[in-house]
Every structure is written in structure tokens, then in C-alpha cells.
């Protein structure tokens, strides 16, 4: 457990359905950050939140968007969904981790759009 | 962020050390170099990061040249669990500012019995 939670695990969805991705970050953390890994791709990065407030915007579409809630989780919501959009969605937090900065990502969303 | 290239694919025996290469030769002074893994699927995790000085933790060892351009990653015994997409990425440090990690295309690993 990395100390990230993701939920659910798998989603399948029809084309234009609207979804919602969940993240929970490592207790104490104050960012999240958001990726995409579509088939046999690289890490795309999406968005970044912290502490509720976003702070850098990656090869996000339009159709997509997010938030980070006082508690400090993050929801990423996913909308008019195209058979593109099928990939896994991780998340990740940040922070000082006994002295040191780190990253650590949860184990991520596999979303199906059929 | 400075860039940074690593070859695509590498493959090693196991039981042996596997040493994965990056270049960073843009590197800037206040720039640490860190290193992921991401086993098929799954979520990319941490092995180890540095700013100039070597080091090592129970994964691995890594080694950057005195000029910073460039460090190894190394696996001292790798096993077939090792086999995965490594990535080197390069990173400041602002605490709290914009400071997400962007992920090139890695190193393929492939461990061999």
C-alpha cells in the first residue's frame, strides 16, 4: 500500500458517459497530481491541485476537469467520454516524507469506454 | 525541467547488477535526479533520487558524475521482478509551487533467467 487510494479500480463506460475518478493522497500530503497512460503510451501529465487550489495544467481536455476538496482528496471527472479516452488514470501526492520530497502514486484506474 | 535521454531498451542477466544510464546534461544546480519504476499496469514507484552526491537505500545505488550531466541507476542483483519501464526525470525542488514530474519514455527493462 502506497499510502495513495484510488477508486474504483476498473470502470467500463459507454461513449458520452460522464464518470468520476477519486483520489485520496498520502496522509499529509497537500498535492495531487493527475496522469493519463493510454495503451503502450508514456505518463501524460493532466493537472495539478494543492491544497484545493490547482497549480499547473498539463494536456488536459476541455472535457475533463477536477477538483480538491478541504479534506484534501481530489476528484477528476471525465465527461462526453470517447473511445480515446480509455487508459489508466493514476494519481499522485506529494510531500516531505522523513526529510525528504517525494512522489508517490496510487495504483491507479483502468477506465474502458465502449 | 531539464530534459533527459536514456536508451530505450536494456536487457540483463539475473543475479547480475543491471546499470541503467541518463543523460542530463542541461541540469541545473538546484535540480535533483530521480529515478521511477513501472511494472506493467501498474502505479510508477519511487526507487531513489539524489542531488549530487551518490547514494544508495535497499533498492539500488545511484551514482551521478562529479559535472551532473549524467548518473546510473543500478539494480546490484537483478531478479525477474525487476523487469519493468524505468525512468529517470529531473526535478527542483519548491515545496508547495508548480513541481509535478514529467515522464519521458524510460528504459525497458528486461531481467533474463
Known amino acids: 500500500d502506497s499510502g495513495v487510494t484510488q477508486t474504483p479500480k476498473h470502470l467500463i463506460t459507454a461513449t458520452g458517459q460522464r464518470v468520476t475518478l477519486r483520489c485520496s493522497p498520502r496522509?499529509?500530503?497537500?498535492?495531487v497530481y493527475w496522469y493519463q497512460q493510454s495503451l503502450d503510451q508514456g505518463l501524460q501529465f493532466l493537472i495539478q491541485?494543492?491544497?484545493?487550489?490547482?497549480?499547473a495544467k498539463g494536456n488536459i481536455l476541455e472535457r475533463f476537469s477536477a477538483q480538491q476538496f478541504p479534506d484534501l482528496h481530489s476528484e477528476l471527472n471525465l465527461s462526453s467520454l470517447e473511445l480515446g479516452d480509455s487508459a489508466l488514470y493514476f494519481c499522485?501526492?506529494?510531500?516531505?516524507?522523513?526529510?525528504?520530497?517525494?512522489?508517490?502514486f496510487g495504483s491507479g484506474t483502468r477506465l474502458t469506454v465502449v | 525541467d531539464a530534459k533527459t535521454t536514456q536508451p530505450t531498451s536494456m536487457d540483463c542477466a539475473e543475479g547480475r547488477a543491471a546499470n541503467l544510464p541518463c543523460n542530463h546534461s542541461?541540469?541545473?544546480?538546484?535540480?535533483?535526479v530521480y529515478w521511477y519504476r513501472q511494472i506493467h499496469s501498474q502505479g510508477p514507484q519511487y526507487i531513489i533520487h539524489?542531488?549530487?552526491n551518490n547514494e544508495t537505500n535497499e533498492m539500488a545505488s545511484l551514482i551521478i558524475t562529479e559535472d551532473r550531466k549524467s548518473s546510473t541507476l543500478i539494480l546490484p542483483h537483478a531478479t525477474l521482478r525487476d523487469t519493468a519501464v524505468y525512468y529517470c526525470?529531473?526535478?527542483?525542488?519548491?515545496?508547495?509551487?508548480?513541481?509535478?514530474?514529467?515522464f519521458g519514455t524510460g528504459t525497458l527493462l528486461a531481467v533474463q533467467p
Open positions: 499522485a501526492s506529494s510531500g516531505y516524507y522523513r526529510g525528504s520530497y517525494g512522489y508517490t
Open positions: 496522509s499529509g500530503d497537500l498535492s
Open positions: 491541485y494543492y491544497n484545493g487550489e490547482e497549480r
Open positions: 542541461t541540469i541545473s544546480g538546484n535540480e535533483y
Open positions: 539524489g542531488l549530487k
Open positions: 526525470i529531473v526535478r527542483a525542488l519548491y515545496g508547495g509551487a508548480t513541481n509535478k514530474l514529467i
